[in-house]
C-alpha cells in the first residue's frame, strides 16, 4: 500500500489568504454601501419604469452581492483546507451551488423584466 503524500498548506500562508479574504470581504462591503446609497438617491425620480427598473437593479444588487459573499465565503473555507481531496470537494460543491443560485436569479430577474416590459408596452386606458 502507497502512503498518501502530505500536503500541508504553510500556516504564514494561511494567515497571508486568510487576511486577504478578509481585506476582500471589507472592500466589498464599502462598496455594497456605496451602491445601495446611490440608488436610494436615484429611487425618486419617474414612477412606473423607475420604479420597476430600480426593482431589477436591486435584485442585481442583493444577487451580486450574494454571490460575491459566497465566493468570499468558499475562498475562507478553501484557506482551511487540509489536503487536496478536500479543496477538490468544497470546489465542486461552490460550483454545483452557484449553478443553482445563477438559474435561480436568472429566472427571478427574468420574471421581473417581464413585468416590467408588460407593464410599459400595456396600453393607457
Known sequence: MVAKPSY????????FAEKSVD????????????AHRAADTLEGSTQSVQSGATDIG????????QNVSAALD???R???AQDAEEI???QSEFIRSQIQSF????RDIGTATSKLVAGVTRPKE
Not at 500541508?8 to 494567515?15: G, S
Not at 436591486?58 to 452581492?65: D, N, V
Not at 438559474?103 to 436568472?106: F, N, P, T, V
Open 78 to 80: 478553501l484557506v482551511h
Open 8 to 15: 500541508e498548506i504553510p500556516t504564514e500562508m494561511r494567515d
Open 58 to 65: 436591486r435584485k442585481a444588487m442583493g444577487y451580486a452581492e
Open 23 to 34: 481585506q476582500a470581504r471589507k472592500a466589498f462591503n464599502g462598496f455594497m454601501g456605496a
Open 103 to 106: 438559474g435561480e436569479q436568472a
Open 74 to 76: 468558499f475562498a475562507s
Open 88 to 90: 477538490l470537494r468544497l
